[in-house]
Structures are given as structure tokens and as C-alpha cells.
């Protein structure tokens, strides 16, 4: 990652005509939406800079300063657009306040992305000299080969031993892409099903059509075939222990649609509920827990996993005082022992399928889901999750509101 000193903000500040800076007063109006757009562009880098591109928010198009305070409410609004959900896969990005020249400035510094195209909702942003423009099917392709020569993230890797017949393409012209863009988008694109495969990062390229873990986790007829152990085992347990009777188990398998909406299944069917009649005038009905912050825990473990080298599934074990939810794979990233689950700290191994569970709506907003959790849970009476980290797994544990 390539840092900037004051000295190297200086030289991008006094050139106005680069197509590395972008400028602006304040977040006024529309503001917001063309910094995310900007973003967008600098982590595509279609001019193959290699090097961080930079927003400057407190300074004029002529690269003077213009006095807007630096607030740590502004400097959150600008981090929070890394994670919002407008922008994904989501960039690698710092904010920062700096005094230059002797003026305060916020300072959004964001690197190339390794993961190119990156979208702002749903659309490719660009740098086209000075200015930003929406990329042609032809700077699509330039982006998507640069993704096929850099250190990839595991979820966009190809698997030699798939081939585009084992994905669902009827799934995804039908389903997927009117999820994922605009019907105008869709009505303009005059691209093959090959380049909107490869746009999407489900095959490794239009003239490979190799399918990409993404791509059999997101349309595979049969993922679980090559992702041995890309699927949950769910255990309803009649108990405390993992040694006593098993009163419901179910190995859930298939495309990762079909996963969460079989799991969900599965949480309501056992979520039972609890009718009080005697507290008020009115008949009440609560649930054992909270299905949301179930859900919201379990989709985590699903997003987050490791996919690579190991065949171990998530488990989720519903036992009479609580539920156990552990995937494999460690802590990755900027997350650690201390942060995991705070709100605003957040890093993504599979940052590719992050983007397709919000694109299919199973995410609302990238980094709000655990504590989101939290909050339902604390609202219901029960203890906060209860998270522990080993070298190669993450387990949480969730407990009846009456163990408090």
C-alpha cells in the first residue's frame, strides 16, 4: 500500500489538471454521491497509476483551501462511505485530516483496487483525464484484465476443474443481473453473456470461461462438488451438550441463495414462540430470540469463512440455553480480538461475495450487521454475543435471555 506524506499531498493539491485528485468545498447537496463516485474511479485506476488517488474536501477546483471546519462528524461520514453498501467490492481507503498550507483539509486517500471493476451503484466510474466518466464495454475489459494478473482475493480465484455449463445462466440473466443493475443499464448493455459473466467476476475472463468460486457459490448447479465444504451443518439439539440427543440435523447445501434461505428456514421452524397472557389486556407473542439477530450472526459466518483449503462447513448448533455459530477461518485483515464485532470495524476476505449477498439483498449495509445484533439482543433481554477466537476458527455464542 503506497502512503502519502504532507509533502506528496502538496504536489497533487497544486495540480488541478490530474487525473489522481479531485476536489471539493464541503458535503453539500449532491456532494456525498460524486465523493463515492470518485472513489469508485481511483480504486478502478483504468489509467494503471499503481499509485493511491486522493479527495480533497475543503478545498476549491482551483486547489486553494476554503476554511470548511474539519469536524470528526465529517470525517465519519466520509470513512462510513467505504462501507455503506454504495461502493463494492469495497475500496481500500484511509481518511484523515491534515493541515496544509496551514488550513485543515479531510483527506480521502484510496488505493487501486486488486479486485477491479469496482461499482458505485452499479456502475463502473472511471478517470478520464480530469474529469470522471462511466466506463465503455471496451475500459471493462482493460479492468477485468488487470484483475486476472493481480493477487486476487481467494472468491474471484477460476477452478480449473469447472466449466460454464456447471453454472445456472438461466439464473443469472433472470435473477442475478436484475439485481444487480438498473433496467436502463441492463436495456443498454449490448454485451455478450460471456463479458457479463467475466463482469461480474463468475467466470475468470470473456475468453475463459472458467467459472470463478464466486461464480459456483453465486449460480453453481452443484457448488459443493468443487467447494467441498461450502455448505452449514445445523444440529437442534434436545440439551446442553453436543453429546445429547439430536432432535433436527440438516447438511445445507447448494448455491448461496439456497443456503440462506434454507438456514432461515430452518431458525424459524425451531424459534418457537412464547404466548403471555397474564402481564397485559392483550395476548403477547415474543420469540425464544430475536430471528434477525440470528440471521444477521449467521450470514456473517457465511460472508466471512474461509473457502480456501479446508472442506469444514459453518456449524450452527441450537442447544436449549443457547446457539452456537463457528466457521472456519481466523480473524483476517484490519479486524482483531479486540474489535471483532464493534461497529465500524470491518475487513472482508471475500470482499466479491459480500457484493453478491447485498446485490441478492441478504446484506442491507456492509459492517452493520453484528452490531445490529447486538442491539436486538440487548432490546429482547438477552446477553450481548458472546465471541471467541481460535487460530482457525471464530465460534459465537448466543444465549436465552433468562441466562442474563
Known sequence: MTTLNDEGLLELLGDIEADRVEFKESLAGSVPTAIRE?????????????????????????????????????????????????????????????????KDVAVVIVQPSDSPPVRCRGQIQI??????????????????????????PFDIHPVPSAILSNLDLLQFEREYLPQAFSAEVLEANDRSIEEKLAATKMIAAADDTTPTVLGLMTLGKTPQDFLPGAYVQFLKLDGTEVTDPIIDSADI??????????????????????????????????????????????????????????????????????IEITNPGGLYGSVSVDSLGQPGVV???????????????????????????????????????????????????ISTASLQ
Open 347 to 397: 475487513d472482508y476476505r471475500n470482499p466479491n461475495l459480500a457484493d453478491v449477498m447485498r446485490t441478492l439483498k441478504f446484506v442491507q449495509r456492509f459492517g452493520l450487521g453484528i452490531p445490529l445484533a447486538r442491539r436486538l439482543l440487548r432490546e429482547a433481554g438477552h446477553p450481548a454475543p458472546d465471541f471467541n477466537v481460535f487460530g482457525n476458527f471464530v465460534s459465537v455464542k
Open 38 to 102: 470518485a472513489i469508485c474511479a481511483f480504486a478502478n485506476d483504468l489509467p494503471d497509476h499503481r499509485l493511491p488517488g486522493v479527495v480533497f474536501i475543503g478545498a476549491r477546483d482551483d486547489g486553494s483551501t476554503s476554511r470548511l471546519p474539519i469536524t470528526n462528524e465529517l470525517l465519519l461520514q466520509l470513512a462510513d462511505m467505504k462501507t455503506d453498501g454504495n461502493i463494492v467490492p469495497p475500496p481500500s481507503m484511509t481518511v484523515e485530516k491534515r493541515t496544509l498550507r496551514g
Open 253 to 322: 447445501r447448494g448455491s448461496v441463495s439456497d443456503i440462506i434461505n434454507r438456514l432461515d428456514d430452518k431458525l424459524k421452524a425451531h424459534n418457537r414462540v412464547a404466548v403471555d397472557i397474564l402481564s397485559g389486556p392483550l395476548e403477547r407473542r415474543t420469540n425464544l430470540y430475536p430471528f434477525e439477530a440470528v440471521q444477521q450472526i449467521t450470514r456473517n459466518a457465511i460472508m466471512h469463512r474461509s473457502y480456501e483449503s479446508t472442506n469444514a462447513p459453518v456449524h450452527v448448533h441450537w442447544f436449549d440455553d443457547r
Open 127 to 152: 478517470r478520464i483525464g480530469p474529469r470522471r466518466g462511466i466506463a465503455t464495454a471496451q475500459d471493462e475489459r482493460i479492468l477485468n484484465e488487470k484483475r486476472r494478473y493481480r493477487d486476487i
